[in-house]
Nanobody, 114 residues
Framework: QVQLVESGGGLVQPGGSLRLACVAS????????MKWYRQAPGKEREFVAR????????DYDYSLKGRFIISRDNAKNTLYLQMDSLKPEDTAVYYC???????WGQGTQVTVSS
């Protein structure tokens, strides 16, 4: 049974940082590329970042590059998203996903507000 469990969200002030984690189980994590998406209230889910199975290939939504960093620890079956210089417009539910499959986590809420 595939499970993706996100954590690390919360309320943070503008300019702050958060580190999201996604713990995977039920499939060979180290063999799959992974993605982060987010969905803001009233908006469609959008791509945030992608990392290849070995971590050597990384892509970001161009508007987020420089503030967000995706990484993974295959020994821990865990995907990460470091988010710095957060802005109110980053407020959303953040999801991890296995590339090529309709396997999603339940999401973790990130709220950026003063």
């Amino acid at each position: 049974q595939v499970q993706l469990v996100e954590s690390g969200g919360g309320l943070v002030q503008p300019g702050g940082s958060l580190r999201l984690a996604c713990v995977a189980s039920g499939f060979p994590f180290s063999k799959h590329s992974m993605k982060w998406y987010r969905q803001a209230p009233g908006k469609e889910r959008e791509f945030v970042a992608r990392i290849s199975s070995g971590g050597g290939g990384i892509d970001y939504d161009y508007s987020l590059k420089g503030r967000f960093i995706i990484s993974r620890d295959n020994a821990k079956n865990t995907l990460y998203l470091q988010m710095d210089s957060l802005k109110p417009e980053d407020t959303a539910v953040y999801y991890c996903k296995v590339e090529g499959y309709a396997w999603w986590g339940q999401g973790t809420q990130v709220t950026v507000s003063s």
